[in-house]
């Protein structure tokens, strides 16, 4: 079972070539792959742990790797993964995630969104910090694909050919304003899917005719819905109120935008202890007007900061990561998004952190084990 497990994952990214020359092959790819995975599950974060972990698991890992020349010694890992094309690896990733999604429901909401690695940057070597571009499924917390943004560029080149890396037919995109553009709308509406775009400045006669609706209108409930939500905790309350209307008339622009049929506003008043803050966006959203609807996309793409962007520096501790070599940081985020997304996918009998999860898989085999199994099962849709 050991086997089936870890060569289920391994076998996705079989299909990367191999960077080295064959003379200079003492390890197979797909080991150094397989052991690098399990060992950022362990909680490994460079490549000097995963020596380490695999070292102190050697003789488990034997039992599905064939490890014929021994532990490869962390120089040899990092020097693979620098030199292993990015582009590729993240195409191996998305395949194997989509193979983990199984039978979707209708209507998953898919938040795209921004992070940089700031660490990842070499003044010597004038080198930008690596920034990333992710998809997060926010119902089954997967992360579904990621692109590197080019040095020379931004989002709105790196986001179309994140789309094209994942089955998105009958989702909600949602986008912050970066990503609010006629030709995403346009492509997300091409793959079968809906958008909900945030709206600021960059698009300044629009903006100015929503934001002179919402202003005006009185929110009547023949051009309205709307729907109020309030949260808090630890002296923290938060109260959101959600407007949504398919009046499209103020709107002088309506016509550029792929199946717009809505827009949508959201009012924000955060309250910490004496001290208030309130603030106002605005969206527009291929949807017809439900505010119910409209707050589930809205508040699913907020969730993407403290269930993925969080996680990754705090329990994986990316920001602080300085691997810079060649692709390795962009390789090394890779590793740890699988690891992410096993982890998360599997569900123990007593819930438990992502961060005790990983100490436990470093602490016990068994517990690698039911990681391992949760992605195949989750693949099988058991």
Not at 8 to 28: A, M, Y
Not at 190 to 201: E, I, R
Not at 209 to 219: A, G, I, L, P, S
Not at 326 to 347: D, P, V
Request: hydrophobic letters at 35%; a neutral charge; one cysteine or more.
């Amino acid at each position: 079972m050991t086997t089936n497990a870890a060569n289920d994952i391994v076998r996705h990214f079989s299909t990367l070539r191999d960077p080295r020359i064959n003379r200079r092959k003492l390890h197979k790819l797909t080991d150094i792959i397989g052991l690098s995975i399990i060992a950022v599950i362990g909680s490994a974060e460079g490549w000097e742990d995963i020596e380490e972990f695999a070292k102190a698991k050697e003789e488990w890992l034997r039992s599905f790797l064939e490890l014929e020349n021994g532990i490869p010694s962390h120089d040899t890992i990092a020097r693979v993964f620098q030199r292993i094309d990015s582009v590729a690896f993240e195409n191996c990733f998305s395949r194997w995630v989509e193979s983990l999604r199984g039978k979707r429901k209708g209507g998953e909401i898919v938040a795209i969104d921004g992070k940089t690695l700031r660490h990842s940057f070499d003044r010597a070597a004038e080198q930008s910090p690596l920034h990333l571009v992710s998809a997060f499924a926010t119902e089954q917390r997967l992360v579904l694909a990621q692109r590197r943004v080019g040095d020379k560029s931004n989002e709105i080149t790196a986001i179309p050919a994140l789309l094209d890396m994942i089955n998105i037919s009958g989702t909600t995109i949602t986008i912050d304003a970066m990503g609010c553009q006629k030709d995403i709308a346009e492509k997300i509406r091409d793959k079968d899917a809906d958008y909900v775009l945030a709206l600021k400045g960059n698009h300044p006669n629009l903006y100015n005719d929503v934001k002179e609706f919402f202003q005006n209108e009185e929110y009547s409930p023949e051009k309205c819905s709307t729907t109020t939500t309030t949260d808090g905790g630890h002296g923290r309350i938060e109260e959101r109120k959600y407007c949504i209307t398919s009046d499209l008339s103020p709107l002088c622009l309506k016509d550029e935008w792929k199946d717009l049929k809505s827009i949508g506003m959201v009012e924000s008043r955060r309250e910490v202890k004496d001290k208030i803050e309130s603030e106002t966006r605005y969206y527009l959203t291929s949807h017809e007007a439900d505010a119910q609807l409209f707050a589930s996309a809205v508040r699913g793409h907020w969730g993407i900061e403290n269930k993925l962007h969080w996680i990754m520096d705090v329990t994986f501790r990316e920001d602080e990561s300085r691997i810079r070599a060649g692709n390795g940081a962009h390789n090394f985020a890779i590793l740890r998004r699988i690891a992410f997304n096993l982890t998360k996918s599997y569900q123990p009998p007593k819930p438990k952190s992502l961060k005790r999860k990983r100490k436990l898989a470093y602490w016990s085999d068994n517990y690698i084990l039911c990681i391992l199994l949760a992605g195949i099962q989750q693949n099988q849709g058991i």
